[in-house]
Structures are given as C-alpha cells and as structure tokens.
C-alpha cells in the first residue's frame, strides 16, 4: 500500500510511461483516465497552455516530477515534437486528429498524427479523422479519453475511415520516416544537407507549389499533393526543368512563383534548398517569354490567325465567342483569344469553307439574293448549320450543297460557240411577266432533262447560272407552247414560305418589274413604290413592288413577248390608243391588246 502513496510533488497515484510515438497531450489524457483525473490540463496549468504545443525549460522539469516519470525518459520522449524549434512549427493542435483503425491496435495517441500536411497514419495508412461521426462535432483536447468524442462520449475505435491506395503506401513510407524516425533522413531522398524535419517541410512546400490549397478539398487529395512534392524532389532537376518547359497558356509555371513566395518567409538550410528548387526557373518572364514560347510550338496571335483565314479580327472573335472552337480558358477579361495552334486554324478554317454567304454567291452566278431565296424555299440549295448563322450576318448557304448544285449544272451546261437561236435565260423569264423569276422551276428541269436543248453558256465562259442560254423550243416548251408540262409561271410570294423577302435592293426590282433603273426611279418618285428608309441607300419595301408588278406591265417584258427590240415597242404602238401611263408602264390589263396590236400594227415612222 505504501507504494500507491503520492510523494509530496507527485500529482498521480498510477504512473505510466510514454509509448513509443506518443504525443504529450495523449499521454497526459492517458494518465488522467487512469487515475481518474477528469481534468488531465490541470497538469500543466501555469506551466503551459492546453493542449501543450512547445516544452521550455521549466516544463521540462516540473512535468516529469508531477506525472512520475523518469526525467531522461520523458526528455526523450518528447524534446523532438514539443520543444522549440523547426519541429513544432510542422504540428497542428487546434483539433485532436486519430486513426481508428491504430487506436483498435494500441489505444494511445500519435504524435505524427497531429503533423499538420500528414493527412494517414503510417501504421494503419488510415486516412486521419478530425470529426466525430456520431455527432459531428470535431474532436478537440478537452476530453480525458483519446479514443472517445469529448461530445457525445461515442466510441472513436469503431468509426470507419478511407484508407491509403496501395499504390501510394511504398513512395509515402518515405515521407512517414522523415517524421516517425529518428535522424538521419532516408537516404533515398537526397537533398542537401537538410535534417528530416527540414526535408519534410521542403517535400511539402514542393507538394503544394503543384497543387495550392485552394485546390486540396479533401484528405485523400492532400494525401496526393504530398506525393507529388515527394516525386518531384527525387526527379529534381529533370522534374522542375520540365515545368519550366510547360506549355501551357501562361508566362511561367505558377510553381515558380509559389515556390519564390515560401522561399522568402524560410531562413537557412531551408531557405537554401528551396532557391536550388526553383533554380531551373526560367529567366525571361512575362509575356515575352509566352511569346518566345508560343512561336516557337507553331502558335499563332489573333492577328496572325485572321491574317492567315482573310478576315477580320472581330469577326475572328466572333467565331469563338460563338463556339466554334469550344470552350476556351480565359486569361483576364480580353485574353480569351490571344493563341491559336495549326490545329485550331484548321477547324476555323473548315467552319468558314462550310457556308457562303447568299450574297456573294448571287454575285459570282450572276443572280440576285431574291432569286437565292427562290432556290433555297425549292430545296435546291440549303442554309447551314445554326452555328454559322448566329456567327454571320446576312442569309447564309451551306457550301457542300451550293457546289453540287454548280457542278450538276456545270455538267449539264453546252459551251456554244455560235449562240444565234439561243435566248439568254434572263431574257426569256421576262416572258412570265412582273414578279418573282422562277429561277427554281427552270432550274429543276435542266437538271431533270425536260429543258430541250438544256443550259448553254458562251464558249470558255465558267458557269454563270444568270448568263446561261435556253434554245428557242426550250422557251416554247416553257411557256406552254410546247409539250405537256403547262405554262411556266412567275413565284407567288407566298410560296417563298420563311424566304420571303421583306425589301429588295435596286437591281432586284429592277428584276421584279422588268424595267430600266429609269424607270425605277419614276415610280420611285411618284409614290408606287416606297423605300423602307429615309435615306438614299434603303432598300425597297417588297410589298409595294409586288403590289405594282401584279398591275402594270413594262416596255421590256412587252418586248419579250412580242420577241421585238425594246425601242420598237413605243413605235409600233404610237397612236393605237395603247399609250404608256404617266408612270412609264403599260396597264397589265391590257396587255391581250397590246401585243395584238403589236403582231397587226405597222411601225409610224418618227
């Protein structure tokens, strides 16, 4: 019984003696709940804070003698990770970290286990828990038994946890070593003259100049960022030298500057090491060295791609911000655009090959945009994709579609020296009188082979469907004088569908009434028709020019019909009692009389 008796300094009745790894806040709880203290912090009030983080001297004498430890024994046991110095700075004691799976083994604290980047336990290679799973609470060291939440009193040996891939546990052991072992470090990871603390903290820092914190979210990932900053010393310099080769879109790997940062709040050996760590740091920085960089990888500017597809730079970054490159990483608030590779300049440039605008196909066949609507509301030629029209403005054609049709009419078209008895199309189509030109219904039949004769075209001319030919029995046929097919017909509005035109442009009425300029700008003046501006350079209102091609009729399409020169018909109709109005055009109406008066009345001479 004497034995149990505490001497006069000695607060325990049962001294216990420190495990192997053993943290000193651990084993003052240890010691409480074996000798039924509830308070185990009483042992070190006025001595040091709770949960104890750094051992000065007058705790290094009192402690042992209170707790009943032989001084040499508690020395060694925790000068390492409590006292002074590059040791403690490694350790977080905010909240009490444990390993399930150890504590089931040997109910006792880690010290490792509170190493603030040690996110698994070297022993069960359990991922650390902080938080009660009972409660949810999170573990702190307000509690007299290691293994039970200071909460809710659950038993923390039975919690279950993640547990280390196996493939990690043969590179991390070397980490643990730096911090379970004694000194020296592990002689595979050489770096200097560095202690193991020191080399730790230097795996560490590389760890998360890789990967910041922001990006670690859980345990497991920092588990990785940790095996990254170990594979990257024992790779060093082949390692750094290749992040200082990265190609990606930035001035520099962001782990240069990260590492700088650490580099300048460290002092000594450490401070040294992490300086020859970033030595392979390249030395042109900025955006100089990005563009050394990108030029020399084959990449190309904004400016140097549009020069390289012809067009604009707005229009260029109108394409991306549509998606035709995908989703691009943005660079600040105007960088979205600043690089491109061969590869990109060839999907903009596919994309661009894929459409055509209306317009300038008109232009090259020598057509006019109404009349491209006609082909388009027949299915002979299609739009494209929705990507290309919310990218460019103005109706738009698919280009695989437009250049079959060419190459069908090409194929069909008869290159003809001597065009005597041949019409051309443009002046045949007067013939079915003010309106849409039914571009598509002759069309179809040349390419049906129904069009006697076919298309021709001026010999070494390249096809123009707008300066094609027809023959004499091809106009016949057409028109209703010939075969069984019925008279061809000018386009009802209605049957363009969504291709309706709302306005057309000078030359398209032009087109629509069969007239001169002149002309147009007679009615023009007198209010048939009306532009759907106030300027000069607005176009026509569609629906006023319908509405006046349905009543009159013009000198041109009357000399169609009569097959007459133009000038002629004004002549022959002088004093008939057929006179033009004021506008310049002949009542539609009137028309059977017209050109019987024509076939029947001599010319009056001047």
Request: charged share 20%.
């Amino acid at each position: 019984m004497s034995s149990l008796v505490a001497t006069p300094m000695q607060l325990v009745a049962l001294p216990l003696a420190p495990e192997p790894q053993e943290s000193l806040a651990g084993f003052l709880c240890r010691v409480a709940h074996w000798n039924v203290i509830h308070r185990p912090w009483d042992f070190v009030g006025g001595v040091v804070r709770w949960p104890p983080v750094v051992l000065r001297s007058e705790a290094l004498q009192q402690l042992p003698i209170s707790l009943g430890v032989d001084r040499a024994v508690f020395d060694r046991a925790f000068r390492q990770s409590h006292t002074p110095g590059f040791g403690s700075r490694m350790m977080i004691w905010g909240r009490r970290r444990i390993s399930p799976a150890s504590l089931r083994q040997s109910p006792y604290h880690r010290t490792h286990w509170q190493v603030r980047a040690l996110r698994f336990c070297p022993e069960s290679w359990q991922i650390l828990i902080d938080q009660c799973p009972a409660c949810d609470e999170y573990l702190t060291w307000f509690t007299r038994s290691v293994d039970r939440c200071q909460s809710c009193d659950a038993d923390l040996q039975h919690a279950e946890a993640p547990y280390v891939p196996e493939e990690y546990r043969r590179e991390l052991s070397l980490v643990a070593q730096l911090v379970t072992e004694p000194p020296p470090a592990p002689a595979s990871i050489d770096f200097g003259p560095l202690t193991a603390p020191e080399l730790f903290e230097l795996i560490v820092i590389a760890g998360r100049c890789l990967r910041p914190s922001r990006e670690v979210a859980s345990p497991m990932q920092a588990v990785e960022s940790l095996l990254g900053g170990l594979r990257l010393i024992q790779g060093f310099p082949t390692s750094v030298r290749e992040l200082a080769r990265a190609k990606a879109n930035r001035a520099e790997h962001s782990f240069f500057r990260r590492l700088a940062c650490h580099a300048n709040y460290r002092q000594g050996r450490l401070k040294a090491a992490l300086q020859a760590l970033g030595s392979p740091r390249p030395a042109t920085l900025g955006m100089q060295r990005l563009r050394e960089a990108r030029l020399a990888q084959g990449f190309m500017t904004i400016r140097e791609l549009a020069a390289k597809l012809r067009i604009e730079r707005a229009d260029l970054r109108r394409l991306i911000d549509v998606g035709v490159l995908g989703e691009r990483a943005a660079r600040g608030r105007h960088r979205a655009c600043d690089w491109f590779s061969s590869e990109d300049a060839g999907q903009v440039e596919s994309f661009l090959k894929g459409r055509v605008s209306a317009t300038a196909w008109a232009r090259r066949m020598s057509l006019t945009v109404v009349d491209v609507r006609n082909l388009l509301s027949a299915g002979l030629l299609s739009e494209p994709s929705e990507m290309a029209r919310v990218a460019f403005s103005g109706l738009q054609l698919d280009a695989e579609i437009a250049v079959k049709l060419e190459s069908e009419l090409a194929a069909l078209a008869t290159p003809v020296a001597d065009l005597s008895g041949w019409i051309p199309v443009k002046q045949a189509l007067r013939r079915w009188g003010g309106g849409y030109k039914p571009w598509a219904a002759l069309l179809s039949a040349a390419l049906s082979r129904y069009l006697p004769g076919g298309l021709a075209l001026p010999e070494g001319m390249d096809l123009r469907i707008g300066d094609a030919w027809i023959s004499q029995e091809a106009l016949e046929c057409l028109s209703g004088e010939a075969g069984s097919q019925g008279r061809m017909s000018v386009v009802p509005p209605d049957a363009f569908a969504r291709y309706r035109p709302a306005t057309l442009s000078w030359g398209e009425v032009e087109e629509v009434l069969n007239c001169y300029p002149a002309d147009v700008a007679r009615v023009l003046a007198m209010g048939f028709i009306r532009r759907t501006g106030s300027n000069d350079d607005a176009n026509f209102d569609a629906a006023s020019v319908e509405e006046f091609a349905v009543s009159y009729v013009s000198q041109l399409e009357i000399s169609a019909l009569a097959e007459i020169p133009s000038r002629m018909v004004g002549h022959k109709l002088r004093g008939t009692g057929l006179e033009r109005t004021e506008t310049g055009f002949w009542r539609r109406t009137g028309l059977s009389e017209i050109l019987a008066a024509l076939a029947t009345h001599p010319v009056v001479p001047g």
